[in-house]
């Protein structure tokens, strides 16, 4: 799974934090995802929680893609697992 944060739509409602702790953080009134992120990527509770947040996300910011989907570039935070 790869997931980024798109600062260009977040407005800093911080669902994401609140909702997968191991892979995003609020920062600069923002959220983005920790740099550390891609090992917790790998458990499927975490992946779960990540879709969560991507899908309570109120500014549609969070763009959680599997590996198999992943093509192109972002202009946005990103990590993968």
């Keep these: 799974m790869e997931v980024s ?3 260009s ?5 911080a669902e994401c934090a609140h909702r997968a702790p191991a892979v995003f953080a609020f920062e600069d009134g923002y959220g983005v995802v920790r740099p550390a992120a891609a ?3 790998g458990d499927p509770r975490i992946r779960e929680a990540v879709r969560t947040a991507a899908e ?5 910011a ?3 893609v ?3 989907e992943v093509s192109g570039e ?4 990103r ?3």
């Design 66 to 68: 599997e590996r198999a």
């Design 39 to 41: 090992g917790a990527l």
């Design 5 to 7: 944060v798109d600062r």
């Design 74 to 77: 972002r202009d946005a935070t």
């Design 62 to 64: 969070i763009a959680p």
């Design 9 to 13: 739509l977040c407005y800093g409602s």
């Design 79 to 81: 990590v993968r697992e």
């Design 56 to 60: 309570a996300c109120p500014s549609q």
